[in-house]
């Protein structure tokens, strides 16, 4: 697996292209946050649009896959529900890597983008998220972009670092 980081910003997602872009929600991100928010923000409330028709709703199980748009420089767009954020931990955080990495494999993807699960709404540290990233050898065959904010991005340095 190879891992590069980008920050929470879509200004600076312009500067990298990659096959897929992933969104682990959950069921009561409303309004959408993180990187489904940015996403959501840069395609004019079409995520939105899609949970208030009922066709997207981020329950436990599901999943998407949606064609991405000129505005984001992403092939497609993968969402997948995760159920409750409460007691979201990190036996949750690791079934819901090891489902993301078979769907993504299985839709051909390895080259993605994503905030790791359980990020946007703060529910796992930045570290431990990488750590648990590190553990799912689903993963090994595709290059990992993390999405994460600044400060997130100085507390994995060191697990980056030491896994390099």
Excluded: H
Aim: hydrophobic share 45%; with cysteine; net charge positive.
């Amino acid at each position: 697996m190879s891992i590069s980081v980008m920050t929470l910003d879509l200004s600076k997602w312009e500067e990298v292209a990659r096959d897929a872009l992933v969104l682990p929600v959950f069921r009561e991100d409303r309004p959408l946050r993180g990187a489904a928010g940015l996403v959501d923000w840069r395609l004019c409330g079409r995520l939105s649009r899609l949970m208030r028709s009922g066709k997207a709703s981020g329950v436990a199980g599901e999943s998407l896959l949606l064609p991405a748009s000129r505005r984001l420089r992403f092939t497609r767009i993968l969402w997948f529900g995760l159920g409750e954020a409460k007691g979201y931990n990190e036996d949750r955080a690791r079934r819901d890597l090891q489902w993301i990495a078979r769907v993504s494999a299985a839709a051909g993807v390895t080259d993605l983008a994503m905030q790791l699960p359980g990020r946007s709404m703060g529910l796992l540290g930045a570290r431990r998220a990488v750590e648990l990233l590190f553990e799912c050898p689903t993963f090994d065959a595709t290059a990992v972009t993390i999405i994460e904010d600044s400060s997130g991005q100085k507390d994995i340095a060191d697990v980056l670092r030491q896994r390099s």
